[in-house]
């Protein structure tokens, strides 16, 4: 039995000793960033009431939350997504700001995956929500701050693709599909099946203009000629047209930023999440299949909560950026600057007087009694594994 309980659930893990310094580093550099660009710190309950990740504003299955009840028999859930939470929080603590509001987070979130997807149900996010701005300075704000995000982590190489919901949305407006076609033409679409798209669209009956738009979706990142071209075909599609015309813009802003490199423009990019009604986005490295960043524009998300305020934010997957920096051998410095002070049982004064002397210098010093059963190797090799550079001995 006690063997049993050394294990964790699946789908969760422990994270200890180098791998924990890592991460707490990655994260104070990351929170620095957000400081730098004016964005003030939150936090929000680990569960709230079940209504707030409800269908109409979440982005997870009911299926998929850790649902329980309380003593009064209210629904809460462990929270798979923080931004309708941050959601909440502006509309009660800011509902008459009528100036930008930004504010970070960092945070775990819970999401009960089937065992066969691989996975990890609880994972830590650390991101940014720009509320009260719809322009679109401001999505090119939130990505530059997601670039340099990824640059201060390490990364040297990623691409983060950016899309925008009304194009698919105009698509399938225009062409009048029925929500089973549209089902599964967005299958297609996320398992990146072009010949199976090309194959359903040309069983329906569709312009020449709407057919070479729909073939854009496969496009992974539009040049502006390609860009130029899109715009005349949608000319008469309101729409679709407002969609391209956001990027483009968006794409000269990110210019003033210089991080246009790491942005490539992707018309056939979707999400699942239910509230986004602007731009979305999704950044990729080497050595991880799942997003490492995500994120897009909710211009209506607050309004569940009864505040009118259009807004952007993103997301870092903290434990796919660490894996991924991992899998490419990007290292995260760890200062080793500890001391380990062994000392006899008559010194114990002098080493918590000594010990106290040193912390105030900066210095990190762990105290440990002498055991005479103990050699002076046995302690350097324990102050190796504790990640320490520096032994002393008071006798």
Not at 118 to 141: F, M, Y
Not at 245 to 266: N, Q
Request: contains cysteine; negative net charge; hydrophobic residues 40%.
């Amino acid at each position: 039995m006690e063997r049993k309980l050394l294990h964790t659930p699946e789908g969760v893990r422990d994270i200890y000793n180098r791998e924990c310094a890592r991460k707490l580093i990655l994260q104070e550099n990351l929170r620095e960033l957000l400081k730098k660009y004016g964005y003030h710190g939150i936090e929000t309950p680990t569960f709230e009431f079940f209504d707030i990740f409800s269908r109409e504003i979440g982005t997870t299955p009911s299926k998929d939350l850790y649902k329980f009840f309380d003593r009064e028999g209210n629904t809460l859930a462990l929270r798979p997504d923080i931004t309708p939470s941050i959601a909440r929080c502006a509309a009660k603590y800011y509902g008459d700001e009528e100036f930008p509001v930004r504010l970070c987070y960092m945070g775990n979130t819970f999401i009960n995956n089937s065992s066969y997807q691989g996975r990890l149900k609880e994972s830590t996010q650390l991101g940014a929500e720009l509320i009260g701005d719809n322009s679109v300075a401001a999505d090119a704000e939130i990505l530059a701050l997601m670039v340099n995000a990824l640059k201060v982590a390490g990364l040297k190489e990623f691409q983060i693709g950016v899309g925008h919901v009304d194009f698919f949305r105009g698509l399938v407006k225009e062409a009048d599909l029925q929500e089973d076609i549209e089902q599964e033409l967005m299958e297609l679409i996320s398992n990146k099946n072009f010949f199976g798209v090309e194959e359903l669209l040309d069983s329906l009956r569709l312009s020449k203009e709407l057919k070479e738009l729909f073939s854009m979706l496969g496009n992974p990142c539009m040049s502006e000629d390609m860009i130029l071209r899109a715009k005349e075909l949608a000319s008469e599609f309101p729409l679709i047209l407002n969609a391209i015309k956001r990027l483009a813009e968006l794409a000269d802003v990110l210019k003033c930023y210089g991080v246009e490199k790491y942005i490539s423009i992707e018309l056939g990019m979707l999400s699942s999440y239910h509230y986004y009604t602007g731009i979305i986005f999704a950044g990729y490295t080497f050595g991880s299949g799942e997003p490492i960043v995500k994120g897009g524009r909710y211009d209506h998300l607050l309004n569940h909560f009864g505040k009118d305020a259009p807004s952007i934010g993103f997301a870092v997957v903290i434990d796919q950026l660490l894996a991924a920096l991992s899998r490419q051998k990007i290292k995260i410095p760890v200062e080793d600057k500890g001391i380990l002070m062994v000392y006899k049982n008559e010194k114990t004064k002098d080493a918590i007087r000594e010990a106290e002397t040193l912390r105030n210098q900066g210095n990190f010093v762990s105290l440990v009694t002498w055991e005479d059963s103990k050699s002076q190797e046995e302690y350097q090799a324990y102050a190796a594994r504790m990640h320490m550079l520096d032994v002393r001995f008071l006798k």
